[in-house]
């Protein structure tokens, strides 16, 4: 069992490295930026520490997938198994339980640990057995498909805006649409198979115009509910109409050029930073976006048959038949 956490330890600390951060500096600024986005939460809004709860259940679920337990099963006897996903969900779970202590959530804090010994006996498969109906076409496939993967997200953003009215608490049923439109931008931030982007018989610009088209009238849709119920509830935010389906706007297409411009690969770590910078400082995207876009326009040329010549990669074409 020790191999095991120490193997793990080290493909973390190598992904870091390649990335060029000490894993002590990532470790703090982790530990930092959790608690300290924790805080922050907790001074908006009273219903802080369910929001905690939601997402340290999130989080454990990732450990709970059929997939990745079915060959830990495997690979080590009954006992040691049994060992290592409690230890897992132990160390997941914790820092949730932490920060509910120190906020005086204690009953949420207790429920945050018998979730997490109750789901170390969890297997969820990762792919439903149903095909979950969606507001969005089939083309382009990222909205459908992120939202059949995190709906889950959405269904809490519904139940945060209702608490909210109910509540009679603005600065709630506003957090829901922000949360939304956060969920949102996950669906967008996979890179798919290049094959994917080699199909479009046109050019980058054409290819990216198309894109971001469709996915901020998406966007619109799923959030226009959200803004009424809002305007309707409290009128005197009646800013938010205009503020925030703006700002949202800017966070997605920051996302889909970041996308490109590193296509095929995912985004790492410096991505991450500067879509986090882009969501708390609003200025900066409009320097983000037109640097990301560029970068992104020679990626694509070198995808998209343009010329006739350009094919996708045998690599990609397996990942897609597979």
């Not at 959790?34 to 805080?39: A, C, D, I, M, Q």
């Not at 779970?93 to 018998?114: E, I, M, Y």
Request: glycine share 6%; hydrophobic share 55%; charged share 10%.
């Amino acid at each position: 069992m020790n191999h095991y956490f120490q193997l793990q330890k080290t493909i973390i600390e190598r992904h870091l490295r390649a990335w060029r951060i000490h894993p002590w500096i990532a470790y703090a600024l982790g530990t930092a930026l959790f608690f300290g986005l924790g805080w922050l939460v907790y001074s908006r809004t009273d219903y802080a520490g369910y929001g905690v709860l939601a997402v340290g259940t999130w989080a454990l679920s990732w450990l709970s997938k059929r997939e990745r337990n079915d060959f830990l099963a495997i690979t080590f006897r009954e006992a040691d198994y049994r060992r290592i996903r409690l230890v897992e969900n132990a160390v997941f779970a914790l820092p949730f339980v932490f920060l509910l202590l120190l906020k005086g959530s204690w009953a949420l804090a207790l429920v945050q640990g018998l979730l997490g010994g109750a789901m170390s006996f969890a297997r969820v498969n990762s792919s439903p057995t149903y095909t979950l109906p969606t507001p969005f076409g089939a083309y382009p496939f990222e909205a459908a498909v992120g939202f059949r993967r995190y709906w889950w997200l959405v269904a809490a953003a519904v139940f945060l805006l209702v608490m909210g009215i109910r509540a009679d608490n603005m600065e709630l049923a506003i957090f829901s649409y922000g949360g939304l439109m956060v969920a949102y931008l996950m669906f967008y931030q996979e890179p798919e198979p290049s094959f994917y982007v080699w199909v479009h018989a046109c050019g980058p610009k054409a290819f990216l115009k198309r894109k971001l088209m469709i996915a901020l009238g998406y966007q619109f849709l799923v959030g226009l509910p959200f803004l009424l119920a809002i305007y309707y509830c409290f009128p005197a935010v009646g800013w938010v109409l205009l503020v925030g389906p703006v700002v949202a706007a800017l966070n997605l297409v920051l996302v889909i050029v970041m996308k490109y411009s590193n296509f095929p690969h995912a985004l790492n770590i410096t991505h991450s930073f500067a879509l986090l910078a882009g969501l708390a400082l609003w200025p900066l995207l409009l320097f983000l976006i037109p640097h990301y876009y560029q970068r992104a326009l020679p990626l694509l040329a070198a995808n998209l048959p343009t010329d006739g010549n350009n094919k996708p990669s045998s690599t990609n074409l397996n990942a897609q038949q597979s």
